[in-house]
């Protein structure tokens, strides 16, 4: 089951915001905003998509952050109910979109958080594709770091040996005998070099970043939409959960992937093609098919980074003239409407506090001023009880003496 893989890592406390409540934009906003997309896509020279769990859900692979998902569950003890093997999984709507954009030019790179292979399955070739953390259908060699693609998921994860050899072919001749290790990363390890180096010359090259289906809260693979924003590029994401970037996002569409890739490529007036397992690797039954990124495509990248990006200064903005900024303002409107409201409910709320303290203190005084006049009073009255005892003592004494002297008289 493909969720049991997230068993096979290390426990890690710091799971990030887990089952945030999704959010739905209307079905006229969602077109608005696809249509907004699709220009932005059109008018766009470097467009690079950033994809997590959100886009696999459809194919049955549980997310792990979502109302369902493994993690969120995990919490209250439960397992994901849809839960696909890996080895049945098949790419989605939004794979087969994202193959179709790569290849009429639209798209020019992909960064994926999936181990799930289904982008590799969707046919696209390996240049174009950053897996940062593994594949499961993919093995590394520990000695040469050939990868190889697997016909059936690995039966480890975290990078552990599954017991294959490296057949070192090619040019890599001189490696025999190198121990064939998975390719999922666990928490503690580096993110592969190639994979990285790749993803974050794109993301900064990106006059446009796409995100889609993922919360973005696990660094460094969910900052990466953000490196092109110095360079005035364009951040839209697209996921039913908040994300941690929706700030900074020129356009956030709250609906399913597979709705949004399915008006935009209508837009675009590209089809989305079917699966076929004739491009899907895994399904070829060849174990020796090379996945490794050429190292030459590191290398050809990293000149343009240099030449476009890398010392120079901030590009010029990109001015887009549709609906999108209005649609920001109007959200920007609605925002700041909220929040003074908010502000105003806070500080009614705080007057009458304020209104109620006053008068239990006034209450109180009053209280206390009663308390101390009847004191004053049973105080005023105790003196006179006082009084009255001495007076009446004094006059019994007087008595005393006038009877005494009568009778000294009387014995005279
Ligand atoms: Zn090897």
Redesign the pocket.
């Known amino acids: 089951m493909s969720c049991n893989y997230a068993d096979g890592l290390s426990p890690y406390l710091n799971k990030g915001i887990l089952g945030a409540k999704e959010k739905f934009d209307d079905e006229e906003v969602v077109d608005e905003k696809c249509a907004t997309l699709a220009e932005m896509i059109t008018s766009s020279k470097h467009v690079v998509i950033h994809t997590g769990a959100g886009i696999s859900t459809a194919a049955g692979i549980p997310d792990f952050r979502g109302p369902n998902g493994v993690w969120t569950l995990e919490e209250k003890g439960e397992k994901p109910s849809i839960n696909i093997s890996f080895e049945d999984a098949v790419p989605t709507k939004t794979h087969m979109a994202i193959k179709a954009l790569i290849e009429s030019g639209h798209v020019k790179y992909i960064v994926s958080q999936n181990i799930d292979g289904l982008h590799m399955k969707s046919g696209i070739a390996r240049e174009h594709l950053s897996e940062l953390h593994g594949n499961i259908f993919v093995e590394n ?1 520990n ?2 770091r ?1 990868q190889y693609v697997r016909t059936t998921p690995a039966p480890t994860v975290g990078q552990k040996p599954t017991g294959g050899v ?1 057949k ?1 072919r090619g040019k ?1 001749r001189a ?1 025999r005998g ?1 121990a064939l290790i998975d390719n999922i990363l666990d928490w503690e390890h580096d993110l592969p070099d190639k994979d990285m180096d790749l993803a974050y010359s794109h993301s900064c090259l990106a006059d446009l970043n796409i995100c889609l289906g993922s919360t973005l809260q696990i660094n460094p693979s969910g900052g990466l939409c953000l490196k092109n924003k110095k360079f005035n590029g364009k951040l839209v994401i697209c996921n039913l959960q908040p994300t941690k970037h929706d700030k900074k996002a020129d356009l956030v569409i709250s609906s399913y992937v597979d709705v949004v890739m399915e008006k935009v490529m209508k837009r675009l007036g590209i089809e989305i093609p079917n699966y076929s397992p004739d491009d899907d690797p895994t399904k070829k039954g060849d174990t020796d098919i090379d996945w490794t990124i050429q190292q030459e495509k590191v290398k050809e990248l990293e000149k343009i980074y240099n030449a476009k990006v890398k010392g120079t200064k901030k590009r010029k903005a990109f001015t887009y003239s549709w609906d999108m900024i209005d649609m920001k303002k109007e959200e920007l409107k609605k925002l700041k409407l909220e929040k003074q409201q908010k502000k105003e409910k806070e500080e009614e709320k705080v007057k009458e506090e304020e209104k109620m303290k006053e008068e239990e203190k006034v209450k109180e005084e009053e209280k206390v001023k009663g308390e101390e006049k009847v004191k004053e009073e049973e105080k005023v009255k105790g003196e006179e009880k006082v009084k009255e005892e001495e007076k009446v003592k004094k006059e019994e004494k007087l008595k005393e003496e006038e009877k005494e002297e009568k009778e000294k008289e009387k014995e005279k």
């Open positions: 060699c000695k040469c050939t490296c070192g890599q490696c190198g």
